[in-house]
């Protein structure tokens, strides 16, 4: 199966855990956390639409300015999720600088906090200096935080002895193309195919996409090209975990939003000789952390935010959490 995104754990396993994901076939990405971080580049960040943060802690956060900096000039908006406490910390690091010659500015930031049962959802315009322009808050239930055509994000509030958010991206469906019958119906593969996908997606049956064959360009229905070419399976996910204790109000959380996850990416601070200290501290240690893999049936882990003490003991991170460097689980 083609994959639907292209994650990267930009630090690597040290160091502040910073997950970018593409969204493949869109010139869209989503950034989880943003703590200290290299390696992406501009072109990476203006794309991105979303930036999902677990908490404030500074190793989780002070890439927002990097962010900010690098798309000030945009006109697409950037949705900020974040937990308790986010509208205020991420207003109050706009309101740090100075706005006098930003009138011209198109860039808006929602700020979604997000709370066990509702969302509170706040707007700052940079045209506008970044002041606040008073949001709305919304009910919730289940774990659902955004709607994309494609792609859905979802939350749960964890403890890490604050409020901390695991996050959950997820595919809403998967478009298989079969290419067998793409020929069969005399159709000559090309960028169309890519059209198809992203109306499938968008809901736009009804609309004709301009096919290449034989007897060259026609428009044909999503609808029917629906029929004739494509299965429909279902879609990939993506769970990223990380700064909490190892509680069993904290596993109920995470069995109730990443469940059979495909790839999980999950913090292994310590190594269990620090059991204690990461107890008293929020965190998992990599024995923890590979029991809650296996506990959610997670097809492929990721240790992330390993201390830096264990840089050249890794090999022990990952066989306490039972996994191999490739992120598959030991017996699978
Ligand atoms: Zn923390
Ligand atoms: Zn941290």
Same mark, same amino acid.
């Given at each position: ?7 990267? @754990? ?10 970018? /994901?593409?969204?493949?076939?869109e010139? $869209? ?24 943060i ?30 308790? =406490?986010?509208?205020? $910390? ?16 198109? @860039? ?10 509702? /969302?509170?959802?706040? +707007? ?9 322009i ?5 009910? +919730?239930? *289940? ?31 998967h478009? !298989?193309?079969? $290419?067998?019958? /793409?020929?069969? !119906? ?6 169309? @195919? ?9 809901? +736009?049956?009804?609309?004709?996409? +301009? ?7 026609? =428009? ?14 279902? *879609? ?13 109000? !904290?596993?109920?959380?995470?069995? =109730?939003?990443?469940?059979? /996850?495909?790839? @999980? ?22 024995r ?8 959610? *049936? ?15 003991r890794?090999?022990?991170i990952?066989?306490?959490? *039972?996994? !191999? ?8």
């Amino acid at each position: 199966m083609r994959p639907a995104f292209l994650s990267r @754990l930009v630090n690597g396993p040290l160091f502040d855990p910073v997950v970018y /994901v593409r969204i493949l076939n869109e010139r $869209k990405s989503v950034l989880f956390d943003c703590g200290h971080f290299q390696g992406l580049a501009p072109r990476h960040l203006l794309s991105l639409e979303a930036v999902c943060i677990s908490h404030t802690h500074m190793d989780h956060f002070m890439g927002m300015d990097r962010v900010l900096r690098t798309i000030l000039h945009r006109d697409e908006p950037l949705a900020v999720y974040g937990p308790e =406490g986010i509208t205020e $910390k991420t207003l109050s690091k706009l309101k740090s600088y100075t706005w006098n010659l930003s009138s011209g500015y198109a @860039l808006e930031i929602t700020i979604h906090e997000i709370f066990a049962n509702s /969302v509170m959802t706040t +707007r700052a315009r940079a045209d506008a200096g970044f002041d606040a322009i008073s949001g709305q808050t919304v009910p +919730r239930t *289940g774990t659902r935080i955004a709607d994309c055509p494609r792609y859905t994000l979802e939350a749960a509030v964890l403890d890490h002895t604050i409020p901390c958010l695991g996050y959950v991206l997820k595919e809403p469906f998967h478009i !298989n193309i079969l $290419k067998g019958a /793409v020929r069969e !119906n005399g159709y000559i593969p090309g960028p169309w @195919l890519g059209d198809l996908k992203a109306l499938i997606y968008a809901g +736009r049956l009804d609309e004709p996409v +301009r096919v290449a064959t034989e007897s060259g360009v026609r =428009g044909v229905s999503v609808s029917r090209l629906r029929e004739e070419l494509v299965t429909v399976t279902p *879609g990939q996910s993506l769970a990223f975990v990380t700064d909490i204790a190892f509680t069993p109000a !904290n596993l109920e959380a995470l069995k =109730g939003l990443a469940q059979g /996850v495909d790839t @999980l990416f999950i913090e292994a601070y310590y190594l269990d000789e620090l059991e204690a200290h990461a107890g008293a501290r929020g965190h998992l240690t990599a024995r923890q952390a590979g029991a809650i893999a296996r506990e959610l *049936g997670a097809k492929r882990v990721f240790p992330m935010h390993v201390s830096p003490r264990y840089h050249d003991r890794l090999d022990e991170i990952y066989a306490e959490m *039972g996994v !191999n460097q490739g992120g598959t689980p030991a017996g699978a």
